[in-house]
């Protein structure tokens, strides 16, 4: 109920489901390469070495991502009856927040 559209299934066409797994995965994706880049951006940072730091970092990483995640779904949760009006401006502010998220990320090496 949380993760559907109100008066699910009368309210959407019939491509619905078919859209949401495709924008899942896509989504998840997104998730690994990001994963796969912070890996390398570590590595080519030189926290590579055989020490305890790099997997400390990793797991702070790791712990801020998946926070930033739980929040995410109880927001939208929160906030869920404004999307269905106008998903598009959420759906563009949403990308503008996870590109100046990334550039920050960037910015604070």
């Known amino acids: 109920k949380v993760f559907l559209p ?3 299934p009368q309210s959407v066409t019939g491509n619905y489901l078919t859209f949401v797994r495709m924008m899942s995965l896509q989504m998840f994706f997104t998730h ?5 880049a912070t890996q390398a951006m570590l590595l080519a940072v030189g926290v590579g070495s055989k ?3 790099p997997l400390a970092a990793v797991t702070a990483w790791v712990l801020k991502d ?7 779904i ?7 009856n404004r999307f269905d009006s106008d998903p598009k ?3 563009f502010q949403a990308a503008l927040l996870g590109k100046a998220a990334d550039l920050l990320s960037v910015l604070t090496l």
């Open 6 to 8: 109100i008066d699910y």
């Open 32 to 36: 690994i390469s990001r994963v796969l």
């Open 51 to 53: 020490t305890i730091l």
């Open 66 to 72: 998946g926070l930033g995640h739980l929040l995410a």
């Open 74 to 80: 109880a927001f939208g949760t929160l906030v869920n």
């Open 89 to 91: 401006r959420f759906r």
